[in-house]
């Protein structure tokens, strides 16, 4: 869960859209591969100019997220965070998202120590021209966790979702959704280290406020409920948890439909 702050950042303007109009009218009409590939082609034709190559690269990682193609968000980032450095310097915001960018998507392909080594300065630079409660800061130090987790040092992922938390607290609301979502974070490292009661009521807390805040029938609160389940069964309350998880079947079905991957993973871990 990565906030939407892992990409290279934010919707591309018009002049992009305009000049792009057949890659993102294919987007939209769901040929993704479709889009991908007349992307690459305006990209590679060296004619666009730097903001819209910027926003065009922003695009076609999502395009190439939505297909599940890691390798070539991680070779779209880098091309961003080089282009902008050679033009912007290494420390204009649009760089700094894409280095961002650059080390998620190392984290996703496995360069797990590459991008550890290269977050301390990654978040030096953000802290410094960004602010230290900017967004995008706050997204390198989540990010700065998955490299943690990965090598599991859960303890250390806690670390640093557990300051995040309290940073973020102070400047957002409770029921804001980065603050829900590095919350979420932190209960699922909890539970990874082995200290489930914490997490047991990190997402007890969290489900109060989503169901608050988008009612007791929306996706998100049947994922926490079955976070909750899940929690219960490794602290040993087998029946509870089953019981629960048969609950959350029933009410996902009705709720969200009957094919619903939530459903199905309901039944399947009964």
């Not at 993102?24 to 100019?49: F, K, T, Y």
Request: aromatic fraction near 6%; hydrophobic fraction near 45%.
């Amino acid at each position: 869960r990565d906030m939407g702050l892992t990409t290279t950042g934010r919707a591309s303007g018009s002049e992009t859209r305009n000049r792009l109009g057949r890659a993102i009218g294919l987007a939209v009409n769901g040929d993704l591969e479709g889009a991908i590939r007349e992307g690459m082609r305006q990209l590679d034709s060296g004619r666009i100019p730097l903001e819209e190559r910027m926003g065009l690269i922003r695009m076609l990682i999502d395009w190439n997220r939505a297909v599940g193609d890691s390798l070539a968000c991680k070779r779209l980032a880098s091309r961003a965070g080089e282009g902008g450095t050679s033009f912007l310097g290494p420390c204009a915001t649009e760089v700094l998202i894409a280095r961002n960018s650059e080390l998620y998507w190392m984290c996703e392909i496995g360069l797990d120590a590459l991008a550890a080594r290269r977050f301390p300065d990654l978040l030096r630079d953000v802290e410094e021209h960004e602010g230290r409660d900017s967004e995008l800061a706050w997204a390198v130090r989540n990010n700065s966790a998955m490299p943690c987790k990965s090598q599991g040092d859960y303890a250390a992922a806690v670390a640093i979702y557990r300051d995040l938390v309290v940073d973020m607290a102070e400047v957002l609301d409770a029921d804001d959704i980065l603050l829900l979502t590095e919350r979420d974070n932190l209960a699922e490292a909890l539970a990874l280290d082995g200290q489930f009661d914490e997490a047991r009521l990190l997402y007890e807390g969290l489900l109060e406020l989503v169901e608050a805040k988008w009612g007791s029938d929306d996706e998100r609160a049947m994922r926490l409920r079955f976070e909750i389940a899940r929690i219960l069964f490794l602290m040993g309350e087998e029946s509870e948890a089953v019981r629960r998880w048969e609950e959350i079947a029933v009410d996902a079905a009705r709720a969200l439909g009957p094919h619903h991957p939530r459903v199905f993973a309901c039944r399947s871990i009964l």
